[in-house]
């Protein structure tokens, strides 16, 4: 029995040895070198029962060896019985960062079940009838509790609760962004508002609002038309919402010139394409918001479409002068587009340098589509 002792140790010592370090690398995760110890126990007694019933060489082998296990665990079992991570995870640096990986695997597969789980509609009721939750657990309740707090002025809270959602859920949806964002505007200011939220996400939002809060005007929708690092059907809706909102500021007080005009007309007809691009309801674009009914939020396509119809309306205005007088079509040989050119093109367009007379008779010939018709059945 002892050379079988002896022979059991030389492979069981190293076996036992690694089976406690791995129980106790995996303490976090439960108390696994006990476990080990109860079923090193179960399967001392089991061989011990055939041996003594049959005495059966096999058991008999086996039986020193289990022994052995029984002992090992049980040393692991006993000193990882007060220890949060395990005696080596609360004393190892690297044992420890070993264990913070295997933790932060099961910490991103729970919050990509929290990610898949939170969607605006579902909280879109709560945020008006619930009061704020007291101790937050997952990303349903930070969210909620964000928005509660910004509606009630409570805008110190109303932040962390943001944070914390976006740290959650790595979520990358405009208009969530822009809500964090105007919550840090009211507490910081704008500048260190753009910083503080800088710090908290590497989204592209971020980088779009930053665009749109140091820009102004046409150069917000500029700027945005450069950018290449986003999803292309995204890039069109903020095309349209930056055309709308901030390059039309350029020309609220009247075109200032004809190449202003010819220039604008040509933008709002390109919105006009994007628009019936993007799907009803701006479907392609509906997974870059957490409220689905956004991308519709600030975007009058009516305005846009008489913008677009400028070259249209004024070329019909002037047919309609070219066939009341016969003797202006003798004078231009029944050449209307020469008659066009040389009364109204030509000198609006004297000064143009990048944009001219032809640029205006294509979009006077091409007519957008009236964007209410696009979806109608």
Known sequence: ????????????????????FIGDVLT?????????????????????????????????????????????????????????????????????????SLFNIEESLEKIDQKLDVRFDKIEELITSSNPIENPKNANDFILNAYLYKNSGNLVKSEKSFHEFIKITGMEKFDLFLDYFEVLKTNYGRQKAISVLKSSSSSTMVNVIDIIENNAGKKVYNTIEKIDSIDKDFKKWLQIYSYFNYYMQDYSGGFADACSSVENSMKADMMIKFYEELDENYNKVQQFFMNKEKPNEGINFNTIYLLANVPHSTMKTMKSNWDKFPELQDQYENNFKTYFFKIYLKPQFQN??????????????NPPKDPNTFWKK
Not at 35 to 53: D, E, M, Q, R
Not at 355 to 360: A, H
């Open 28 to 100: 976090p995760l439960g108390p696994v070198t006990e476990w080990l110890f109860y079923l090193s126990i179960f399967i001392t007694l089991a061989f011990g029962l055939v041996y003594l019933k049959n005495k059966s060489e096999f058991s008999k082998k086996i039986l020193p060896t289990s022994f052995l296990l029984v002992l090992t665990f049980g040393i692991f079992s006993v000193i990882n019985n007060d220890t949060e991570n395990g005696i080596l995870g609360d004393n190892s640096e690297m044992i420890a960062g070993i264990q913070k």
């Open 352 to 365: 143009c340098s990048t944009l001219g007379p032809e640029e205006y008779w294509h979009l006077a010939n």
């Open 1 to 20: 029995m002892k050379d079988q002792i002896k022979n059991s140790a030389k492979i069981l010592a190293p076996v036992g040895t690694l089976g406690g």
